[in-house]
T-cell receptor
Framework: SAVISQKPSRDICQRGTSLTIQCQVD?????MFWYRQQPGQSLTLIATANQGSEATYESGFVIDKFPISRPNLTFSTLTVSNMSPEDSSIYLCSVAAGWAEAFFGQGTRLTVV | QKEVEQNSGPLSVPEGAIASLNCTYSDRGSQSFFWYRQYSGKSPELIMSIYSNGDKEDGRFTAQLNKASQYVSLLIRDSQPSDSATYLC??????????????FGTGTRLQVTL
């Protein structure tokens, strides 16, 4: 399985500001995925990051709020924009392998105050 | 809407017993099914995958799949305190393009007691 490094591991941010989360993979992958896990909840897919094209967002998530970059096959960023306390969550980067199983980075625990 | 349902628990089993975790899903087109273990404060870790009807065993873990009933289960034999975690069921689906995505259940919290 791929080794996925995500940073920062945690942050406390002021409302109204933005945070960019970085995800680095040790091998080239076609697709990278960004998930959100709100407190006590399961994982919800935010978007799929494709190299060379716009990210594909799931229902309820928009590019203005969660812009994503995918400059190459080993790196992606997710920005959480104009944050509010409702954005306090764990954000997880993942890559798919084989028969669609997903492997995850260690996550970014975001608290918005 | 793709849905994956799990009992949130907690499921409490004594050490050495068999823990049985269940999951149902809504999309009949799903082909791949996964169980993840998530310790508190950690990211999910893949422990089992299953693609065909029947049982798949890996050590103390057995995954069972019944596509006709849209049902997936995970059995943990000889449960250990270190198995205490939240277990997430995940089911794949395709968005009409090339991307294969996962929908996760809400997870079942397992507590193995001494």
């Amino acid at each position: 399985s791929a080794v996925i490094s995500q940073k920062p591991s945690r942050d406390i941010c002021q409302r109204g500001t933005s945070l960019t989360i970085q995800c680095q993979v040790d091998s080239q992958v076609t697709m990278m995925f960004w998930y959100r896990q709100q407190p006590g909840q399961s994982l919800t897919l935010i978007a799929t990051a494709n190299q060379g094209s716009e990210a594909t967002y799931e229902s309820g998530f928009v590019i203005d709020k969660f812009p994503i970059s995918r400059p190459n096959l080993t790196f992606s960023t997710l920005t959480v924009s104009n944050m509010s306390p409702e954005d306090s969550s764990i954000y997880l980067c993942s890559v798919a392998a084989g028969w669609a199983e997903a492997f995850f980075g260690q996550g970014t625990r975001l608290t918005v105050v | 809407q793709k849905e994956v349902e799990q009992n949130s628990g907690p499921l409490s089993v004594p050490e050495g017993a068999i823990a049985s975790l269940n999951c149902t899903y809504s999309d009949r087109g799903s082909q791949s099914f996964f169980w993840y273990r998530q310790y508190s404060g950690k990211s999910p870790e893949l422990i089992m995958s299953i693609y065909s009807n029947g049982d798949k065993e890996d050590g103390r873990f057995t995954a069972q799949l019944n596509k006709a009933s849209q049902y997936v289960s995970l059995l943990i034999r000889d449960s250990q305190p270190s198995d205490s975690a939240t277990y997430l069921c995940a089911v794949n689906w395709r968005d009409g393009g090339t991307a294969s995505k996962l929908t996760f259940g809400t997870g079942t919290r397992l507590q193995v007691t001494l």
